[in-house]
């Protein structure tokens, strides 16, 4: 069929869902009014590793308006099956925390106790009468400390004869701190039973993931189980997996007869979710004098718990971002007494690319060559981890655009050679890339007499704007305008879609939810050509566009009809349509986003204090189908790299794992007055070898490289190579 006339992809439109969120009519999890509905709250271990060998719950129980306090001396067991969609469940290997079921402390917070009260205040004013003995014993929580596992490897070619035989060689450690998500909604859950029915209110970036835990872990059936989560306020990775306090929800409304919300506080988040871990990354380079990387050798350690095994693909950008013949890679993790790590925006690429873009900027000073130029001297014809041809790589025209755009002539590449008074002025840049993930999503929608539709999936949209994107795939794919398409999403009800991360929801959901509403205007072109009172009678259907709501002959708007009357004429209340989307099977490209990031700094010469004055980055993100979110998106992530180069790190106690900063005063963000000019370009094009839809995510692309540039314009500003994120004051005094 002709293909549609395309007025809401591509155009800055506003959210459809921005006037439910600034008149707080948007709901949050928890923000539901559950009639009957109680509250809890858990008691966190204050040891961090050991065992429990009492719990005295009389004073809490004495508290007016306590109902129950759960521990492990009173609660069930819980089946705790394992989860059918392993790997996929984004469960990490090993045995997940099975709250309540014994009298280990794998790491300080774990929950160990629970109070269920008619108020909140009872419920608090219980937990806080809580007393938990322990054997207690010193926790391993320093990376520097553990003891490594078996690493994952990869090699080709011969790194140590590359290294040993480089006219340059580089090595180099770099470290980087944890990070916690800190998104601005707490996690929060609201539980109510049915019989044998589980209903859950919950923060989630994945619905069927959630549902699917909680039916192994209470051994119910999967459709026993429905989670809900129209509105998500932000989530970076920390909504990717059902965490213990969900169950705790749950297994508290179960034993008490109610509707139970638990809201974890600011400071259980830092131990009640996961968290970005520390790595350390220390890379070998070697090249010859004209900066051809010849070898790299990469260890690379990162912390997880004891109880789960946590990886994410850290490894990639230092198999494939440059052409380099000889490479050895291992990366171990290392078990600690912490709870488990989850992914955080721009998942092990942030990391990777921090590491290899500073051993770049590095290399370039070595040589005396242009950070730049040195960068596409090393430009890969196709990628050289796997052989693959790439589906689209215009990182070339990311350095090109970046550095006219940006200014980047005017660099002076003398480190400690610029001044503005007091300010040391530096200029840096670093690239980025992020694999584009795509995977089965399914949807539904129907066509109702009245012109308007409906789209169902249960994706999840914490922030990026699924809401929004999604009715602009559709009401392109319909012909209809904006307000006659409503999106419905977050509820386990609707179609399965993948977790709402990795950037691949629009790849995923939006190629299913084109594909549903192709066919139900191919239903609707075909019902008019077949109907002897249509003014589209014996036209081809491949001829008919629809335009307004209204079917038409390409070329001739005149002759033609709206869905409403041939709806209504043929006696049809709606059409209905199913579509399940798959991503073809085996590999025959390496598809991935790509940016060059450019930023100036400015640095304090006594203080040592580093401001962001301003900053560029270039997209290779394939289609965009609405640039206001990507604005969004891409400046978000500009200040999402800013907090990781300059100030966020999570600070434990390492004699009993408390986490020092579990909170919001001393875990330092970034604040309006952090923030420079952030400016993002797109590379105008698609990637239909990606998707249907041409494109290649870029959520997570827009924080890979924003570290490292910082980090490089820093080096460009003061001479002093800073190797350790955050970078802080002390570090260049």
Not at 159 to 174: E, I, K, Q, W
Not at 645 to 651: K, N, Q, S
Not at 668 to 685: E, F, H, K, M, Q
């Amino acid at each position: 069929m002709s293909p549609q006339p395309q007025a809401a992809v591509g155009a800055p439109l506003s959210r459809v869902d921005g006037r439910l969120k600034v008149t707080g009519e948007a709901q949050y999890a928890a923000e539901f009014d559950v009639e009957g509905m109680v509250h809890a709250v858990i008691v966190d271990a204050s040891v961090g590793r050991g065992r429990i060998t009492s719990v005295d719950t009389g004073d809490a129980e004495a508290v007016p308006g306590v109902l129950r306090v759960i521990h492990h001396g009173n609660a069930p067991t819980l089946p705790y099956r394992d989860n059918p969609m392993s790997p996929t469940s984004n469960n990490p290997p090993g045995r997940r925390l099975r709250v309540f079921q014994d009298d280990r402390v794998l790491f300080h917070g774990q929950p160990v106790a629970v109070v269920v009260a008619t108020t909140l205040e009872s419920a608090q004013h219980g937990a806080s009468l809580v007393k938990v003995e322990y054997d207690a014993e010193r926790p391993t929580t320093d990376l520097a400390e553990g003891e490594p596992g078996v690493p994952d490897t990869y090699t080709r070619g011969d790194a140590a004869a590359g290294l040993r035989d480089a006219d340059v060689r580089l090595d180099a450690t770099y470290r980087l701190a944890r990070e916690h998500h800190n998104p601005m909604e707490p996690h929060a859950t609201i539980a109510r039973w049915d019989g044998n029915r589980l209903t859950l209110w919950d923060k989630t970036q994945w619905v069927l993931g959630t549902q699917t835990e909680l039916s192994t872990v209470f051994g119910v059936p999967l459709d026993s189980v429905r989670i809900i989560n129209p509105f998500v306020g932000g989530g970076f990775g920390s909504g990717l997996r059902g965490w213990p306090h969900t169950v705790v929800a749950a297994l508290a409304a179960r034993e008490t007869g109610r509707p139970v919300k638990l809201v974890l506080t600011r400071k259980q988040m830092y131990f009640g979710t996961g968290f970005r871990p520390a790595y350390e990354y220390r890379m070998r380079v070697g090249s010859d004098r004209r900066g051809r990387l010849v070898a790299t050798d990469q260890v690379i350690d990162s912390e997880t718990s004891s109880y789960e095994t946590f990886t994410e693909a850290v490894m990639t950008p230092g198999q494939m971002l440059y052409s380099t013949p000889n490479v050895r890679q291992a990366y171990r993790t290392v078990p600690l007494d912490v709870n488990s790590p989850i992914w955080m925006r721009g998942p092990g690429a942030a990391t990777g690319v921090f590491a290899v873009e500073s051993a770049m900027d590095e290399l370039a000073h070595e040589l005396g060559i242009d950070p730049v130029e040195l960068r596409r001297r090393n430009e890969p014809a196709e990628d050289p981890s796997n052989n693959l041809p790439f589906s689209t790589r215009r990182l070339r025209e990311c350095y090109t655009v970046g550095a006219r755009e940006f200014g980047w002539d005017r660099r002076n590449p003398k480190p400690r050679s610029t001044r503005d008074g007091d300010w040391l002025i530096g200029l840096g840049m670093a690239s980025g890339v992020y694999h584009t993930a795509v995977a089965a999503a399914d949807s539904r929608g129907r066509l109702n007499a009245d012109g308007t539709a409906v789209i169902e999936s249960a994706t999840s949209d914490m922030g990026p704007g699924t809401y929004t994107s999604q009715t602009q795939v559709a009401a392109d794919a319909l012909g209809l305008a904006m307000r006659a398409v409503d999106y419905r999403l977050g509820d386990s009800r609707y179609p399965r879609t993948p977790p709402h991360g990795g950037s691949q929801t629009m790849a995923s959901v939006g190629s299913a939810t084109l594909d549903v509403c192709n066919k139900l205007r191919r239903q609707a072109i075909r019902l008019a050509v077949e109907d002897e009172k249509s003014p589209l009678h014996g036209v081809s259907a491949d001829d008919v566009v629809v335009q307004g709501g209204r079917l038409h002959v390409r070329g001739n708007p005149a002759r033609g009809e709206s869905y409403q009357r041939l709806l209504t004429r043929n006696d049809r209340t709606r059409l209905e349509a199913e579509a399940s989307f798959s991503p073809p099977g085996g590999e025959r490209f390496s598809i991935s986003g790509y940016s060059a990031t450019f930023t100036e700094v400015a640095v304090d010469a006594t203080l040592g204090l580093v401001r962001v004055r301003r900053m560029l980055s270039v997209y290779d993100a394939g289609r965009i189908i609405s640039p206001k979110l990507a604005d969004s998106q891409a400046i978000g992530g500009m200040v999402g790299g800013i907090g990781a180069a300059l100030l966020e790190h999570t600070v434990t106690d390492h004699r009993d794992g408390r986490i020092v900063n579990a909170n919001l005063a001393d875990y330092l963000i970034p604040v309006n007055a952090d923030i420079p000019d952030l400016r993002a370009i797109y590379l105008d094009g698609e990637d239909y070898d990606a998707d249907p839809l041409g494109v290649k995510g870029l959520a997570e692309l827009v924080i890979c490289g924003v570290a490292p540039a910082i980090a490089n314009a820093v080096f460009n500003a003061t001479g002093r190579r800073v190797r350790e994120l955050p970078i802080t004051a002390e570090a260049l005094l």
